[in-house]
């Protein structure tokens, strides 16, 4: 196992703590100060570890864009309204949304750009990318301003920290990580689940086999019910894009990504992207549970195609040249086929309670069924 400063610092924090929660792990090694995985490198892109759709094509940031400038006239036009994003990476997305919604009338001056950012690299990065924008930061939404907004999120809440529960015979186990200094290395090892976290398993989900892992997510739930809040009270819709359940599931999606390759979630913490799949269905039931009317979930590949992904494809394939018109279509393709991101990725609005229709969705949710 790949040692490193971090490794030395969680062995040190196993030693005085105990083992360490996956969440704890999680934040330790995508977000510590000096070390974290975001704190010093870039990940996006061929040259990193990973590629997010805003990169994949240009199109995901344009429509993107566009559903929120519909989303504002469906609301009236308001004069002024905040255009959020939640991790929004190099900043690839927002600069595409804010080119293609120039067309769209009095949309650029009503907005307020605010990006809810954690880590001061990619702050420097969107920095560059959206030069002559004004835009305020946040670290977390708690800090936005009070009025209507328009929200975005792609790939935000897979990176939020977990926790993993196993079921054994004699009840819930909360998964954590321990150091064997034997080996030298990081280890799975369990603990006693507490009570109220045990209790966060949906009846839903169905009865657990032994050995079954279910992942809860509490920084995602407490999240959502912030913005849920917001939306409530202030006014506005949210969108967010991800890879994860339809419908609260077991399973252990804990991964790790280095070099566009899979790797051991244990191995160099810091060196490699952590992230789990996302319970849309717990994201939703907050929304819900704080005022709002909420969409979805449905795929990434339907969505794109409701929006109108291909049609916009064919514009831009007439003025390009024969490299860039490659990869235009196999952007798109890459973007919307299922066995691309068109199926694992999907996609879920909520909105204030006055809204009741929203591009690309069908009814509302009853979640009161639920």
């Not at 989900?205 to 202030?234: K, N």
Request: net charge negative; charged share 20%.
């Amino acid at each position: 196992m790949t040692a490193n400063p971090l490794s030395e610092h969680l062995r040190k924090l196993i030693a005085r703590n105990g083992p360490l929660t996956v969440a704890r792990y999680m934040e330790e090694a995508l977000l510590h100060p000096e070390h974290g995985y975001y704190t010093g490198r870039e990940p996006f892109g061929r040259q990193g570890d990973f590629i997010t759709a805003p990169e994949v094509s240009q199109v995901f940031g344009e429509l993107t864009g566009l559903w929120c400038a519909a989303a504002w006239q469906q609301m009236g036009s308001p004069g002024k309204i905040a255009l959020v994003e939640f991790g929004p990476g190099r900043g690839t997305l927002m600069a595409d949304a804010l080119r293609a919604t120039r067309i769209v009338p009095g949309f650029a001056d009503a907005l307020d750009i605010h990006l809810v950012e954690a880590s001061p690299r990619l702050r420097e990065l969107q920095r560059e990318t959206l030069a002559g924008v004004e835009v305020t930061w946040h670290e977390t939404p708690d800090t936005l301003p009070a009025r209507s907004a328009l929200m975005i999120g792609n790939e935000f809440f897979d990176a939020l920290p977990i926790r993993q529960l196993v079921f054994r015979a004699d009840g819930w186990k909360e998964r954590c990580i321990g150091w064997d200094d034997k080996e030298s290395r990081f280890v799975w090892t369990e603990q006693p689940a507490e009570p109220g976290l045990a209790a966060l398993v949906p009846a839903s989900a169905g009865h657990p086999h032994p050995g079954a892992v279910f992942e809860i997510s509490i920084a995602a739930r407490d999240h959502m019910s912030t913005i849920a809040a917001h939306l409530a009270a202030q006014g506005g819709t949210g969108l967010f894009i991800d890879y994860g359940h339809g419908r609260s599931a077991y399973g252990d999606t804990f991964q790790a990504v280095r070099a566009h390759r899979p790797v051991d979630v244990l191995d160099a913490p810091g060196s490699a992207d952590l992230t789990a799949h996302v319970d849309f269905d717990a994201l939703q039931i907050r929304a819900h549970a704080a005022g709002c009317t909420c969409f979805g979930t449905i795929t990434q590949g339907n969505f794109l195609t409701a929006l109108g992904l291909e049609a916009r494809t064919e514009q831009l394939l007439r003025n390009a040249t024969d490299s860039q018109a490659a990869a235009l279509r196999s952007g798109a393709r890459r973007l919307i086929e299922p066995a691309e991101m068109g199926t694992l990725f999907k996609v879920i609005a909520v909105a204030a309670p006055d809204i009741d229709e929203l591009p690309g969705f069908g009814p509302p949710r009853d979640l009161a069924r639920t």
